[in-house]
């Protein structure tokens, strides 16, 4: 009996290959704007929002950055370790509604005292 592959297999390796990253000699061409395109960043209160990405980014030092963006049309905030300016996977990428939680916490101040944090610090 001869065999057969199985053409879903084939499909999805293909997919597969079509959802590949931009390698590093591409990233710079397109994350670099032609001279006469309008700027699609703009830069507020120590983030930034990309209008092409819709994303809104802060970097809180120089490998750590939050971002607050949509995915499948639910937005996420996502705080995450970069190294070399590319995502690592040491991070969490939170739904709203938990982020919410976490953020509406009142005795999350009271829990930082506890551990001998003052809010000034």
């Known amino acids: 009996m001869a065999s057969h592959k199985d053409p879903t297999k084939v499909k999805k390796s293909s997919s597969k290959k079509s959802k590949k990253t931009p390698t590093t000699q591409e990233t710079p061409a397109a994350a670099t704007p032609a001279p006469d395109e309008p700027q699609t960043k703009i830069e507020t209160d120590g983030g930034s929002f990309d209008e092409t990405e819709g994303v809104w980014s ?5 490998d750590t950055k939050l971002t607050v963006k949509k995915f499948n049309g639910k937005p996420y905030v996502d705080l995450r370790k970069y190294w070399d300016g590319k995502p690592t996977k ?3 990428s939170l739904p ?4 919410e939680k976490i953020r509406n ?3 999350f101040d009271e829990a930082l005292k506890s551990v ?4 000034s610090s």
């Open 96 to 99: 709203l509604p938990l982020f």
């Open 58 to 62: 802060w970097s809180l030092n120089e």
């Open 105 to 107: 916490w009142s005795m």
């Open 116 to 119: 001998g944090v003052n809010k």
């Open 90 to 92: 040491k991070g969490v």
